[in-house]
């Protein structure tokens, strides 16, 4: 894949690290081959995710944002047919998404016609060929927004269940605590020490998991701080 080189600057590029993720926000200019082989010039997406995943995201972001499914065209190729897209043109277009798999993750390259043999680029429809940049980081904002927002509530779901079990271990050492007393308040025999000795043992685990488990919960916290500063790095992507 032969990627364009301009005077103009064609690379929008923001990195964000952080202790739980890494993100890398990417749109550029490349040339692509559409289903039949043709060279088109594109903009092209740069995502972390795979390719199954990002043809998900790309299909769900044309049918909130036109109403309209998209159909396939052999494995890696997504298009909306036919289809106007107000921010770009008043022509309908034939709007495609070439997914290819790279080392990390995988490029989505968008190409515009309005024609069978009629497409966007620097040379033809060239302001139109300009709007696609900042529609396909819409895209990859759109993108992202879903891919932390699902990982936001595997986190939440996480937290509620150790702070379950958290609770669980409280009520477990009230129990076994209020039978130590009463055993204490009685004549001491040797199951009754036993017992005593056996549910202090148990008591001594459930702190040692309590404390495991808010550990656990305050990086879980910190994840979602993470992907907070990073859906605001995202929506800043313009």
């Given at each position: 894949m032969r990627k364009k080189s301009f005077a103009l600057p064609v690379l929008c590029l923001l990195c964000f690290a952080?202790?739980?993720f890494a993100q890398k926000l990417l749109v550029e200019e490349r040339s692509v081959k559409n289903e039949e082989t043709v060279e088109l010039d594109s903009w092209t997406a740069g995502l972390d995710q795979d390719m199954a995943y990002c043809m998900e995201t790309y299909g769900d972001f044309i049918k909130e944002l036109v109403k309209v499914k998209v159909n396939k065209r052999g494995k890696s190729i997504l298009v909306a047919e036919k289809t106007t897209f107000p921010e770009l043109s008043d022509l309908r277009l034939d709007q495609r998404a070439i997914f290819t798999t790279e080392s990390a993750g995988t490029a989505v390259s968008f190409t515009f016609s309005p024609g069978y043999d009629i497409h966007f680029n620097r040379e033809a429809y060239k302001n139109e060929f300009a709007k696609g940049e900042a529609f396909v980081k819409s895209y990859v904002r759109f993108h992202y927004n879903?891919?932390?927002?699902?990982?936001?509530?595997?986190?939440e779901g996480k937290i509620k269940s150790k702070q379950n079990d958290i609770e669980s271990n409280n009520k477990k050492t009230e129990r076994n605590t209020k039978s130590i007393t009463e055993n204490a308040g009685a004549a001491e025999t040797d199951k009754t020490k036993a017992k005593n000795e056996k549910m202090q043992r148990e008591n001594d685990g459930y702190a040692s998991d309590t404390t495991s488990k808010r550990r656990e919960i305050e990086d879980l916290q910190e994840e979602l701080a993470s992907i907070t500063k990073i859906l605001r790095k995202v929506e800043e992507f313009k």
């Open positions: 952080s202790t739980a879903v891919f932390y927002e699902e990982k936001r509530k595997d986190i």
